[in-house]
T-cell receptor, first 113, second 111 residues
Framework: ETGVTQTPRHLVMGMTNKKSLKCEQH?????MYWYKQSAKKPLELMFV???????ENNSVPSRFSPECPNSSHLFLHLHTLQPEDSALYLC????????????FGSGTRLTVV | QKEVEQNSGPLSVPEGAIASLNCTYS??????FFWYRQYSGKSPELIMS????GDKEDGRFTAQLNKASQYVSLLIRDSQPSDSATYLC???????????FGSGTQLTVLP
């Protein structure tokens, strides 16, 4: 595996379900990010982890819970989501918090029913 | 004023023409500038980075940076239908050392 890998690619979940999104980077980067992209809207930064420490949380509802167990793995735990949370969730990684740009994973298309 | 501004488009150009995409930013301390291409339903892909004033060329793509005017642009020469996508401008603000993305410009290259 190379680059940034996200699983699953597609996820349909009910509002009472609990699920997790997984991201793994194979680039030796030291920062990882979660972004939300809704239809026709710009990228929304959700969480930033640098050296496994959360350095930014952009007023994201508590039904989204990130976890970064090490510099290569990032999770987004989901529970009691709302239909408006349906979106493309993108993971990205970088070296030195973006000095050389981010590498994005292929994303998880989430549908909340 | 938005931190990173782009015309949302859509921008349409005929095949073979030059497509010009523009971006302005508000933080004078910004140091790194990037262009991403995003096809519909896909994730953004880094296509150009530029760090100093002037032009940087890579194949059919040229990035231009003018820090005095706080302006960065992307030129696509000999545009192809496969270039049809949304182009995102991203800026690394010196203070936060994180990328701030513009809302993107949708480009359509007409055969």
């Amino acid at each position: 595996e190379t680059g940034v890998t996200q699983t699953p690619r597609h996820l349909v979940m009910g509002m009472t379900n609990k699920k997790s999104l997984k991201c793994e980077q194979h680039l030796g980067h030291n920062a990882m990010y979660w972004y939300k992209q809704s239809a026709k809207k710009p990228l929304e930064l959700m969480f930033v982890y640098s050296l496994e420490e959360r350095v930014e949380n952009n007023s994201v509802p508590s039904r989204f819970s990130p976890e970064c167990p090490n510099s290569s793995h990032l999770f987004l735990h989901l529970h009691t989501l709302q239909p408006e949370d349906s979106a493309l969730y993108l993971c990205a990684s970088s070296q030195q918090q973006g000095d050389y740009g981010y590498t994005f994973g292929s994303g998880t298309r989430l549908t909340v029913v | 004023q938005k931190e990173v501004e782009q015309n949302s488009g859509p921008l349409s150009v005929p095949e073979g023409a030059i497509a010009s995409l523009n971006c302005t930013y508000s933080d004078r301390g910004s140091q790194s500038f990037f262009w991403y291409r995003q096809y519909s339903g896909k994730s953004p892909e880094l296509i150009m980075s530029i760090y100093s004033n002037g032009d940087k060329e890579d194949g059919r793509f040229t990035a231009q940076l003018n820090k005095a005017s706080q302006y960065v642009s992307l030129l696509i020469r000999d545009s192809q239908p496969s270039d049809s996508a949304t182009y995102l401008c991203a800026v690394n603000r010196g203070s936060a050392r994180q990328l701030t993305f513009g809302s993107g410009t949708q480009l359509t290259v007409l055969p």
